[in-house]
């Protein structure tokens, strides 16, 4: 299933509007922004309505200019009558849920501009197998020793969750990169948690292989095709 997304905002925080909307397209999510995507000529509200109706996550940016906006406040209102909408309200100013909203916990966006964490949990949380083959691929990709142990963290609270083909890219995925089995905190803390939990899951030559690098911090054998 492909995540969809309606970012909710005022004209005045758009920029931050487009930072929530790069987060979640980088992590797969397709994300609908006015501003962004609906043209001049087009019925905007007629094109609003279908994205509300056809999204499944609903970020709207709270602050004093959202509920000051004649449209904003709306948008809410219509989000609502979907009962399968996960709702992750972020605030840009402090400004807390309000109305038919008040019962959800909102999150302050921290002055660093870090919302990975902020969207990406609950996310995970509700849509945990529609998001984690994508950051599964993305952890393949680590190009570091800082990225991999960045783009490890959203996984690792999630590990109890992983069904069998996950498993085993996983463990594929931390096998042939050594910017992620070499990494300190991988080494020590998350692959070790990782075995520990699915050793009986996995494929027994990875299992051998990931074991020995860990342990051994050098490439199992002649770096085998896996």
């Known amino acids: 299933m492909q995540l969809t997304a309606f970012i909710s905002y005022a004209t005045a925080d758009k920029h931050i509007a487009g930072q929530v909307k790069a987060v979640l397209n980088d992590h797969g999510i ?14 905007w509200k007629d094109r609003l309505i279908q994205e509300l ?20 406040p709306q948008e809410i209102g219509m989000a609502l009558t979907r009962k399968d ?16 909203i008040s019962n959800i916990q909102g999150k302050r966006i921290p002055a660093n501009g870090m919302y990975r964490d902020l969207l990406l949990e609950p ?3 509700h849509f945990t197998h529609e998001i984690l083959p994508t950051l599964i691929e993305r952890l ?19 590990f109890d969750k ?18 992620i089995w070499d990494e300190h905190q991988c080494r020590q ?8 939990l699915h050793r ?18 050098q490439w199992y054998h002649s770096r085998m095709d896996i």
């Open 162 to 179: 992983f069904n069998d083909e996950e498993i085993d890219r996983f463990a594929t995925a931390s096998i042939e990169n050594n910017q």
């Open 30 to 43: 397709a994300a609908f922004l006015a501003h962004d995507d609906i043209h001049v000529s087009q019925e």
């Open 123 to 125: 996310i995970m949380t």
């Open 53 to 72: 109706n056809e999204t499944i996550i609903f970020v709207p940016l709270l602050s004093v200019s959202f509920k000051e906006s004649d449209w904003a």
């Open 189 to 196: 803390q998350h692959l070790p948690a990782f075995l520990k």
């Open 140 to 158: 393949a990709g680590a190009s570091s020793f800082l990225n991999a142990e960045a783009l490890m963290l959203p996984l690792v609270r999630h």
């Open 200 to 217: 009986s899951r996995m494929d027994p030559e990875k299992l051998k292989a990931l074991e020995y690098q860990v342990k051994h911090r």
């Open 85 to 100: 909408m996960l709702f992750i309200p972020l605030s840009v100013d402090g400004t807390v849920p309000f109305g038919f």
